[in-house]
C-alpha cells in the first residue's frame, strides 16, 4: 500500500533548536508539497517541488526555513533557530505527473512540532 | 488570486441526520475540486473529486457535484454516523502549471448518536 512517510511524527524541541523534518514521497510520484496546518491559519502551502526542483517557496519565511529534495526519494524541511510560533503540523504531499489534470495528491501523517 | 470558501464549522448534527457542507472557489483556468477529510490526530485523505463542470464525485456514501455556473462543490451525505465526525476540507488545483492544492479553512464536524 503505497503512502507519503513522514519522520518524525511527534517532535518537542527548545527555541533555538534546528528542526529537520523528512518525507518520503510515494515512488514515482514527482510533485512534492510541503504544508503547514495551524488552528489560525489552517493549511498552508510552504513549498512545492517538480522533478526535484523548487517551483514555489513563497509561503516559506526564508531567514528561517528551508527545503530542498537531496534526491527523488526524499525531501527535507529544516528550521533554524526554531521559534514557538513554529509549532504546527506540517505535511508533505506527493502526487504524479499532471497534478493539474486532478491526479489524487496524497498526504503524509504529518509532523507535529512543539517548541517551548 | 485562487481561492476557497467554505461555511463556518462546527456543524453538530445527530445520527443519521442528513449533511451539507457548502463550498464555493475563485479559481482562474479550470479547477479540479477535491473534498479531503482529516479524522483526529490524523493526516488528510482524499475523500473523493471532480475534474470537470458536471461531474459528480462519490465515496463512503458522501457526494458533492462540480457545478460551474455557480462556482460550487457543496458535499453533502444523507445519513451521517458516528465515525464521520471529522475535519472536511473543501480544495481545488488549478490547470496553470506551477499551482499548487489551495485549501479552504475547513468544517468540523460532530455527529452525536
Known amino acids: 500500500d503505497a503512502r507519503v512517510t513522514q519522520t518524525p511524527r511527534h517532535k518537542v524541541t527548545e527555541m533555538g533548536q534546528e528542526v529537520t523534518m523528512r518525507c518520503q514521497p510515494i515512488l514515482g510520484h514527482n510533485t512534492v508539497f510541503w504544508y503547514r496546518q495551524t488552528m489560525m491559519q489552517g493549511l498552508e502551502l510552504l513549498a512545492y517541488f517538480r522533478n526535484r526542483a523548487p517551483l514555489d517557496d513563497s509561503g516559506m519565511p526564508k531567514d528561517r526555513f528551508s527545503a530542498e529534495m537531496p534526491d527523488a526519494t526524499l525531501a527535507t524541511l529544516k528550521i533554524q533557530p526554531s521559534e514557538p510560533r513554529d509549532s504546527a503540523v506540517y505535511f508533505c504531499?506527493?502526487?504524479?505527473?499532471?497534478?493539474?489534470?486532478?491526479?489524487?495528491?496524497?498526504f503524509g501523517e504529518g509532523s507535529w512540532l512543539t517548541v517551548v | 488570486g485562487d481561492s476557497v470558501t467554505q461555511m463556518e464549522g462546527p456543524v453538530t448534527l445527530s445520527e443519521e441526520a442528513f449533511l451539507t457542507i457548502n463550498c464555493t472557489y475563485t479559481?482562474?483556468?479550470?479547477?479540479?475540486l477535491f473534498w479531503y477529510v482529516q479524522y483526529p490526530g490524523e493526516g488528510l485523505q482524499l475523500l473523493l473529486k471532480?475534474?470537470?463542470?458536471?461531474d459528480k464525485g462519490s465515496n463512503k456514501g458522501f457526494e458533492a457535484t462540480y457545478r460551474k455556473e455557480t462556482t460550487s462543490f457543496h458535499l453533502e451525505k444523507g445519513s451521517v454516523q458516528v465515525s464521520d465526525s471529522a475535519v472536511y476540507f473543501c480544495?481545488?488545483?488549478?490547470?496553470?502549471?506551477?499551482?499548487?492544492?489551495?485549501f479552504g479553512k475547513g468544517t468540523t464536524l460532530s455527529v452525536s448518536s
Open positions: 479559481a482562474t483556468g479550470y479547477p479540479s
Open positions: 471532480a475534474t470537470k463542470a458536471d
Open positions: 504531499a506527493s502526487g504524479p505527473r499532471q497534478v493539474h489534470s486532478g491526479n489524487t495528491i496524497y
Open positions: 480544495a481545488l488545483i488549478t490547470d496553470q502549471a506551477g499551482t499548487a492544492l489551495i
